[in-house]
């Protein structure tokens, strides 16, 4: 399995844009399919941003279509997920995640290796 690192979570206010990083290691994220998720308090998890392993398709949840955006840098073997525009309701554990890519559905439904995680909170 991949090992994955996020970092670049905090407190900003409403508006404000952030950019999460998932360093990767053990593994490429040239061959796998990655994924962000999110859990607010007493929600289930959501897969908000996804990236297949070529970079070409991506996908995003309607709660944060055409406010995020989902990049990865191969050489740095690093996925990145660019949040603008952000809103209170955008407060949660961000969650990064990988499957491998020779799995065909999109997006992804399982995945096989996931982060610790990180707090975003956006406060009003």
């Known amino acids: 399995q991949v090992q994955l690192v996020e970092s670049g979570g905090g407190l900003v206010q409403a508006g404000d844009s952030l950019r999460l990083s998932c360093a990767a290691s053990g593994g490429s994220v040239s061959r796998h399919h990655m994924g962000w998720f999110r859990q607010a308090p007493g929600q289930e998890r959501e897969l908000v941003a996804a990236i297949t392993w070529s970079g070409v398709n991506t996908y995003y949840s309607d709660s944060v279509k055409g406010r995020f955006t989902i990049s990865k840098d191969n050489a740095k073997n690093t996925v990145y997920l660019q949040m603008s525009r952000l809103k209170p309701e955008d407060t949660a554990v961000y969650y990064c995640?990988?499957?491998?890519?020779?799995?065909?559905?999109?997006?992804?439904?399982?995945?096989?290796?996931w982060g610790q995680g990180t707090q975003v909170t956006v406060s009003s």
């Open positions: 995640a990988a499957t491998p890519s020779y799995r065909s559905t999109w997006p992804p439904l399982d995945f096989d290796s």
